[in-house]
């Protein structure tokens, strides 16, 4: 049995600065995925995704400066060259990153790690001991709970097929579900959402998702609000989606039927009751300091912790820096998920930082509310954007900013700014004061203070 002084479970955006950063301290480590190396991110998420939807970017800009001075012929995706270009992203990253680790000094171990005590994990016939172990295991897509779940593909399969299907049928409202839908809508499929509540991205302000509705309603995309997936059938080489809600009992012919009902921590066959590490749907259960409430041993970051960040790729990586600074220094960093920025990159985008309005109101604070709908402005007019807009929450008297909602192209990168902003305690006065390079979509930022 090998001896490790920390052992990481997970290569992706926890797992991979836990490492590096205990190894540069000079422990002995050793690393594990039961996925290829790298992580949702890297490998079968955010990057891979972003990729894709360049391509739908720009038939979406061509799409809306047509007819006002640019033409082409024939402009559309192919699906297949596009996969291919993808792949440069992606196909490279296992191997870089296991070479990566072992330059690093890093042991490297490929399977499903299991705890076989409070110590000590099994990968395959393999056990490993440590004293200290970092779980960045990452999440994985949710049980739906219907008859013919099986033809359900998840969103790593979306993200590998060579031709994309005429019809496309996407289950849940999500952040996944609204990003592939762009994607393949702009490709040329004919797409449906399915959401079971009557609100979509649940995360986002309200008001701001009513446009980002209204934008999807206009490029063609079919969304059911209080519509329960009943079944999937096969039939005939397809799929027929059967449903009941507000629109009556529909029977929705499919292609392709895409999971994008949501994750959940990836860790229910670990072994964590045999190493006493307390968890649940939510995930692990850590302190301040990211450390399990019953296993010191034991510490964990990204999307199979319970803690109060948000499942980003940003967030995980913060993770894993705390939990191993805590794992050489002793309990004594916690993480700071102030004005932590989220973004669904639907068409255009949607972003934002800080509270929503409910959440301020609920905390108790005095704020005004700064909205307007912005596609009459000229950052919109110019790019032929007919769906636009923004939230700002300021706090009165201090007149600090809390919360920042946009909806618009570029809102990915602008909201960086009222990120930063939250985080640092800047105030309104202060962005409105700033100097932006202009015409951008950042100089709007003074007309929205």
């Not at 270009?85 to 196909?91: A, G, L, M, Q, V």
């Not at 960045?136 to 994309?164: C, H, N, Q, T």
């Not at 449906?192 to 934008?215: E, G, N, P, Y």
């Not at 940003?314 to 894993?320: H, I, N």
């Amino acid at each position: 049995m090998k001896e490790y002084d920390v052992i990481v479970i997970g290569t992706g955006a926890s797992g991979m600065p836990a490492a590096y950063r205990c190894a540069g301290a000079g422990m002995k480590v050793a690393i594990t995925d039961s996925h290829p190396f790298g992580g949702t991110c890297a490998v079968r998420g955010c990057d891979p995704k972003k990729v894709l939807i360049s391509f739908s970017e720009l038939v979406d800009y061509y799409d809306r400066l047509s007819g006002k001075g640019i033409s082409a012929d024939n402009l559309r995706i192919n699906w297949n060259a596009m996969m291919k270009f993808k792949k440069t992203f992606t196909d490279p990253v296992p191997e870089n990153r296991d070479k990566g680790f072992k330059e690093a000094g890093i042991d490297t171990y490929h399977g499903r790690a299991r705890f076989i005590s409070k110590d000590t994990i099994e990968i395959g016939v393999v056990s490993l001991k440590a004293k200290y172990f970092m779980l960045g295991a990452g999440s994985k897509p949710m049980k739906i709970g219907i008859p013919g779940e099986e033809y359900v593909r998840i969103s790593d399969d979306f993200l590998e097929i060579d031709e994309l299907p005429q019809k496309v049928v996407f289950l849940g409202g999500g952040y996944i579900s609204f990003e592939f839908a762009n994607i393949a809508k702009r490709a040329g499929s004919d797409v449906t959402i399915i959401q079971r509540s009557a609100k979509a991205l649940k995360r986002f302000d309200r008001d701001i998702v009513k446009w980002v509705l209204s934008s999807m309603d206009d490029a063609g995309v079919k969304i059911l609000l209080n519509t329960n997936p009943l079944s999937v059938e096969k039939r005939d080489g397809s799929y027929v989606v059967h449903t009941s809600g507000e629109a009556g009992d529909l029977r929705i012919k499919a292609d392709l039927v895409v999971h994008g009902a949501g994750r959940e921590p990836d860790i229910e066959d670990m072994g964590l009751d045999i190493a006493g590490v307390n968890y649940d749907k939510k995930g692990i259960a850590v302190n301040e300091y990211l450390q399990s409430v019953s296993n010191p041993f034991v510490y964990a970051g990204g999307d199979c912790a319970a803690t109060k960040g948000y499942p980003l790729t940003p967030v995980a990586y913060l993770e894993g820096g705390v939990a191993s600074y805590n794992i050489i220094n002793g309990n004594k960093k916690k993480p700071d998920y102030a004005g932590m920025p989220n973004v669904v990159f639907t068409l255009p985008p949607m972003a934002f930082a800080g509270l929503t309005e409910e959440q301020a109101l609920s905390a108790g604070y005095k704020f005004r509310v700064n909205t307007e709908e912005t596609s009459g402005w000229y950052s919109s007019r110019r790019i032929g954007e007919k769906h636009s807009g923004f939230k700002i929450l300021i706090e009165e008297g201090t007149e600090r900013i809390i919360g920042a909602h946009l909806f618009g192209t570029n809102a990915e990168e602008v909201i960086n700014i009222f990120a930063l902003a939250i985080r640092n305690n800047l105030t309104a006065p202060a962005l409105k004061d700033a100097i932006y390079t202009y015409p951008t979509k950042t100089s709007d930022i003074s007309d929205m203070l």
